[in-house]
């Protein structure tokens, strides 16, 4: 019966030791998964021009190089409000509006996925021609390929 007995211990040692195993595998996947994970936040945390920029970390290049090529186009951005005006003549006078647009801008410094984030207006032709004017604008190439750019216009009938 000792013989049966350390026959049954022994295999009960040997799924004890495979379940182990098992679960200490799993253990280490898990591990490296977190760990890659980590280090992928890391480096996003590392270089800031690859996320999203909010008003208190504007770097050098946002508050120089795109704000000076923005303000170049103002004409053409104006140019797509006074059409809107030319088509929407019940807008009110001294109406005022906000388009907040985003990009992403090439290594290049062509614009790559313009969009429209939050507008005031609703003219499907007007926001296009927004970021049509945006799509149609080279900039200054950026410190990181895919630098994204958040930009608030402000448009005012007079």
């Known amino acids: ?7 049954i211990v022994r295999r009960w040692q040997f799924w004890v030791f495979v379940g182990g195993a098992a679960s200490f595998g ?18 996003r945390a590392d270089n800031p021009a690859s996320t999203r920029l909010n008003r208190n970390s504007v770097d050098a290049y946002h508050a120089g190089a795109i704000k000076n090529t923005i303000l170049r186009r103002g004409s053409d951005f104006s140019l797509c409000f006074k059409k809107y005006l030319a088509v929407n003549t019940s807008a009110a006078t001294g109406k005022v509006g906000k388009v907040k647009l985003d990009w992403q801008i090439k290594d290049t410094g062509k614009v790559k996925l313009p969009g429209v984030v939050f507008s005031d207006f609703t003219d499907v032709n007007f926001l296009n021609c927004l970021t049509g004017v945006v799509a149609n604008t080279e900039f200054p190439p950026p410190p990181s390929d895919g630098y994204y750019v958040e930009h608030t216009l402000t448009f005012e009938k007079k």
């Open 26 to 43: 799993y253990l280490v996947c898990q591990n490296y998964t977190l760990k890659k994970n980590y280090d992928r936040l890391a480096r």
């Open 1 to 7: 019966m000792s013989s049966k007995l350390s026959n």
